[in-house]
């Protein structure tokens, strides 16, 4: 029944701008903290307070139209949305609504070998509103922390057709936007969360079908089950002759399936109108192509470099983008060391695990020069994988001579083939049991000797020897 008919997705991405204060006032954006403890007269509301726009929220949304090839409008105006909710206290939202800040961009990603674009209609700016919390004895209570924080909408053309096109469309404008450093993009703590506007049509059909609006997905997860239940729905309803309403919906995680919370306002409801507050101004000549200059390599860029460059495989190239912070450690020691490829083992294998969850996480004090150094000694040979990933660590810890710390700790590989040779020499006497079983054959006890061997020389032994000289005893056995 599903083969027959297509999804039509489009979706409204709402991101957290970096800003320190809010878009209308001065107070801190931080998340946590107590209720009510960062909020004013202006993000509240309180007649007779007058907004003042915040700077660095018009560059942000400025970077996020340029991380995503969009044309940025050099006048900025913004209108009042009305509607009434307990968790805005204005009773409208500061809104771009005729002249979005940005339009006409587009983000092309990879998916499935292949690569795929959507268009991103328009960027625009707003202010965020608070959060209700429903407490355990039936109370709901306000927290005006988040009225004011400065978003961004981004709104694409209805041109994704799957769960998958989504979610790979959303990692990829979550890196766009975390490279640009136009917000942290934590899903879990709400600073970019998601809408999806979706109808269904019989394949070959270019007419659009009702489209239902899913709002405040807060995870990937969500917005791909949220895609699946709503399109099987919709499906089913045309199925059984049934209307679709045009309406907003609720995706519930547990039963896997969207709940009707009410049928959809239309544009003329809001009584959008001129914020009178704020007059609309020009840009400054220049500030676009200064925002422009100030971009950082985005991610697709790196990405070409690191499997160009550094022999990266797809994977791998995931993992160290996954991080800004982590990319740029990985660009500097990179540049250091003739092993980009034992590196990247060093990074991924041993660092990548201990590092806390946090995008923004900046703990990388740590020496590239040092850290690079690890990769060359192993690739050098002058130390095994053991006490390569052993070294990295110290280094990581803040280790700065990575080559003394090898002399002092002793971990240095030994290829003296003398030292290999008693190594051996003392296991085959201690296990005349492992030494028996070859003999009948069994040739995956070299397994077992090559751990003991490495085991005595107390994990020092150059593997390659090792394996060499021990393959000749055990022929002449
Ligand atoms: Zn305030």
């Not at 409204?12 to 878009?23: F, M, N, P, Q, Y």
Request: neutral net charge; hydrophobic residues 35%.
């Amino acid at each position: 029944m599903h083969s027959n008919y297509e999804a039509v997705i489009g979706l409204e991405v709402h991101a957290e701008l970096s800003t320190r204060s809010k878009i209308f006032c001065a107070c801190p954006t931080t998340f946590g903290a107590p209720p009510n403890t960062a909020c004013c007269p202006v993000c509240t509301g309180f007649p007779g307070t007058l907004p003042v726009l915040n700077r660095a929220a018009v560059e942000l949304g400025i970077k996020a139209g340029l991380a995503t090839d969009c044309e940025i409008s050099r006048r900025v105006r913004f209108h009042r949305k009305h509607y009434t909710y307990p968790d805005l206290p204005k009773g409208y939202q500061i809104t771009q609504y005729d002249h979005p800040l940005c339009r006409s961009g587009r983000l092309t990603f990879p998916l499935d070998g292949a690569e795929k674009t959507v268009d991103i209609t328009r960027i625009h700016l707003e202010e965020d509103a608070g959060k209700l919390i429903h407490t355990k004895e039936g109370l709901s209570l306000v927290d005006h922390n988040r009225c004011g924080v400065p978003l961004i909408e981004i709104v694409t053309e209805p041109v994704i057709h799957s769960a998958e096109e989504a979610v790979a469309f959303l990692k990829a404008l979550r890196l766009r936007l975390l490279y640009a450093g136009v917000s942290d993009c934590k899903m879990q703590e709400g600073s970019l969360r998601c809408d999806v506007n979706l109808s269904v049509r019989r394949i070959g059909e270019n007419t659009l079908g009702v489209r239902t609006e899913m709002k405040n997905l807060n995870s990937f997860t969500a917005v791909a089950g949220a895609i699946k239940a709503e399109f099987a729905r919709q499906v089913r309803a045309l199925e059984n002759g049934e209307v679709i309403y045009r309406e907003t919906r609720r995706y519930d995680e547990q039963k896997g399936e969207t709940v009707l919370l009410r049928r959809k306002e239309s544009v003329s409801d809001y009584r959008f109108l001129p914020e009178p507050d704020l007059p609309p101004f020009s840009l400054e000549d220049g500030l676009v192509e200064r925002l422009h200059g100030s971009l950082p390599s985005l991610p697709e860029a790196r990405r070409t470099d690191y499997k160009a460059l550094y022999g990266a495989t797809e994977e791998e190239c995931d993992l160290l983008l996954s991080s800004p912070h982590l990319a740029s450690f990985f660009e500097s020691c990179a540049s250091q060391t003739p092993y980009p490829k034992l590196l990247i083992h060093l990074l991924l294998g041993e660092i990548l695990r201990i590092l806390p969850a946090d995008p923004k996480a900046t703990d990388f004090t740590a020496s590239p020069t040092a850290f690079a150094r690890v990769a060359t000694l192993w690739g050098e040979g002058k130390l095994n994988s053991t006490a390569a990933k052993n070294l990295a660590m110290l280094v990581w810890q803040g280790e700065q001579d990575p080559v003394s710390a090898m002399e002092r700790l002793n971990l240095a590989q030994n290829s003296n083939p003398h030292d290999i040779e008693t190594w051996i020499t003392q296991v085959f006497q201690a296990h005349p049991d492992m030494l028996e079983s070859y003999r009948k054959g069994k040739t995956n006890v070299v397994k077992a000797i090559t751990g003991a061997v490495m085991a005595a020389s107390k994990g020092k032994a150059d593997p390659v020897m090792l394996k060499t000289l021990l393959e000749k005893r055990l022929k002449s056995l």
